[in-house]
């Protein structure tokens, strides 16, 4: 069975309104293609006791476990030291990384505030970030990444070769245009039925007022019976008096 990985978001600026998250889509495809699918996603705030809980639970359901955010120089970066405190080991300077920094920033300039980035969990190991200095770090089967989407790009394919690899994830997706799901819902049932090991996915769209449809979706690990429930679902639109588009609509 291919590794389950989950997703911690951390950040009250998420759950405000004032910052829309970038970084779950992007996990979401890269994960599913090393064959470690995303299973969940939570969306907590910056408070020590949510973040402790959250990630005692996660690492213990998932075997792979990602955050993003609370990973800066300001007071309310917390993550470092929660995850810490969920492995039970001390918040300490990481002397390799705090070297790295001090050269990229120069003495005068590394300030207590840019030491904070280098403090990581006792036992964590940094990980590489080319787009700025400051590293994530992965500790147990917890990574822990940046919040700022580009960073968090970088880390992310730093440490994607250690990961826990299977069977990419693939899917097959057909549109049809003037199709609603309650003419499908039926056959669609009995397609996910047959492929229990598949997702079976039914998606409306709306290009405009005149072109609206449905777009219908097999994903899953094994390819070959994505692409047996592929051309059962391309049957089942045009048994229902469709016309079947492959791929997904044009919005």
């Not at 600026?13 to 992007?26: M, P």
């Not at 056959?187 to 290009?207: C, H, M, N």
């Not at 007022?209 to 097999?218: K, N, T």
């Not at 690990?221 to 492959?246: F, Y």
Request: aromatic letters at 6%.
């Amino acid at each position: 069975m291919n590794p389950t990985s989950a997703l911690v978001v951390i950040g009250n600026e998420i759950l405000s309104g004032r910052t829309q998250d970038a970084n779950i889509r992007f996990l979401a495809q890269e994960l599913g293609q090393i064959g470690a699918p995303l299973r969940e996603v939570r969306i907590i705030p910056d408070v020590r006791e949510t973040i402790v809980a959250t990630l005692t639970e996660m690492k213990a359901r998932y075997e792979q476990v990602f955050t993003t955010g609370g990973i800066g120089p300001t007071h309310d970066d917390i993550t470092a030291a929660c995850v810490a405190e969920t492995f039970g080991v001390p918040l300490e300077l990481h002397a390799e990384s705090a070297a790295r920094l001090k050269a990229h920033y120069g003495t005068d300039r590394f300030t207590d505030a840019r030491q904070r980035m280098a403090m990581l969990p006792r036992g964590a190991t940094p990980i590489e970030n080319t787009a700025s200095i400051a590293p994530g770090f992965s500790i147990g089967n917890v990574h822990v990444l940046a919040g700022v989407p580009t960073i968090m790009q970088a880390m992310f394919k730093a440490v994607a070769p250690k990961l826990k690899h299977g069977a990419p994830i693939t899917s097959r997706t057909w549109h049809a245009l003037g199709l609603y799901e309650s003419a499908i819902a039926t056959p669609l049932e009995a397609v996910q039925t047959r492929f229990p090991g598949l997702d079976i996915g039914s998606y409306p769209f709306k290009e405009s007022e005149e072109r609206r449809g449905v777009a219908l979706v097999a994903k899953g690990a094994d390819e070959n019976e994505v692409k047996q429930a592929a051309e059962q679902i391309r049957a089942l639109i045009e048994a229902a008096g469709a016309t079947p588009l492959e791929g997904e609509p044009a919005n």
